[in-house]
């Protein structure tokens, strides 16, 4: 009985050894079950241009209007432009009949040319102690007031052309060629209207 139990814990002893070197063998090797690696589905980006856009109601309008009016009086003698073009700044618009403004600027200079002379003989007096320095200063008064009325009729003169004072689209014109314009600050006659196109403002919701 004690020969049989010696045996069965030989037995076992040697069964526990084959076993362990069984598993390190296994461990040294790799052995046991592998993990595989999952399977992935790839493809490549699409690469393209994207535009965000979107619909708005609005209206255009214009960065400058101006309504074109004379600065003098007077019939209409011609007119420069074709309706709907575009003007430059500086272009002559409309002409205004010159010849009442051409003799005023006559007048006055031959005005300015006798207060001139009579300002210098005024001069040579005083130096000789013929007149008193109140003439002279009258007459040096009135050279001045002289000059001023030749710089007005030049003035004048030059505003008889009325030119574009921005560039821009022009309208249709409202007077014809012959009819009486009304120019200066009180009730002016409306010739044309200029609106500038570049550049321009939009307006939306």
Known sequence: MARFSLFLSFAALSLSLLL???FE??????GGPQMQAPKVITSKPVVKEIIEWD????????????????RVSGYLEDIRFIDGEIVNKGDVLFVIDQRPFKIALDRAQ?????????LNRARELRAATAIAQEQVDRREQEFVLAKAAVDDAKLNLEFSE??????GKISERRVDIGNLVNG????????TTIVSVDPIHFYFE
């Open 55 to 70: 619909e708005y109601t609005g209206r255009f309008d214009a960065v400058d209007r101006v309504d074109i009016s004379a």
């Open 110 to 118: 031959a005005q300015m040319e006798l207060a001139k002379k009579e």
């Open 20 to 22: 362990t070197g069984c």
């Open 162 to 167: 009325v030119k574009a004072p921005i560039t």
């Open 25 to 30: 063998e296994k461990a040294e090797q790799g």
């Open 184 to 191: 200066g600050e009180q009730s002016p006659t409306i010739l």
